[in-house]
Nanobody, 122 residues
Framework: QVQLEESGGGSVQAGGSLRLSCAVS????????RGWFRQGPEQEREGVAT???????AYADSVKGRFTISKDNAKNTVYLQMNSLKPEDTAMYYC????????????????WGRGTQVTVSS
């Protein structure tokens, strides 16, 4: 069973930065994806950023140029650097993973963390 544990959430003022981390418990082979998703109050879950085993990344339009997803293969950890945060970025952020590199983009990866709260005040 793959377990994911997020950390790094918190409260910041608009314009500030946070770095989220997600430790993945089990190596998933050579063809996998990792993703960050978020769900704000009374909103549907949305994809924020994804990265696959080859390092290809994708971002939601709302975070392009502000957020950066990266991974450390040696630590089996994925990160989300969030800069220039806005109040509308306030949400619970979830890390997700799948053993197929294409699945994260569908929004339906198999494994999910419990989430970490990000709150941005104006």
């Amino acid at each position: 069973q793959v377990q994911l544990e997020e950390s790094g959430g918190g409260s910041v003022q608009a314009g500030g930065s946070l770095r989220l981390s997600c430790a993945v418990s089990t190596y998933q082979g050579s063809n996998y994806c990792r993703g960050w998703f978020r769900q704000g109050p009374e909103q549907e879950r949305e994809g924020v950023a994804t990265i696959d085993s080859d390092g290809r990344t994708a971002y939601a339009d709302s975070v392009k140029g502000r957020f950066t997803i990266s991974k450390d293969n040696a630590k089996n950890t994925v990160y989300l650097q969030m800069n220039s945060l806005k109040p509308e970025d306030t949400a619970m952020y979830y890390c997700a993973a799948d053993a197929s590199s294409l699945v994260c983009a569908t929004g339906k990866p198999r494994y999910w963390g419990r989430g970490t709260q990000v709150t941005v005040s104006s």
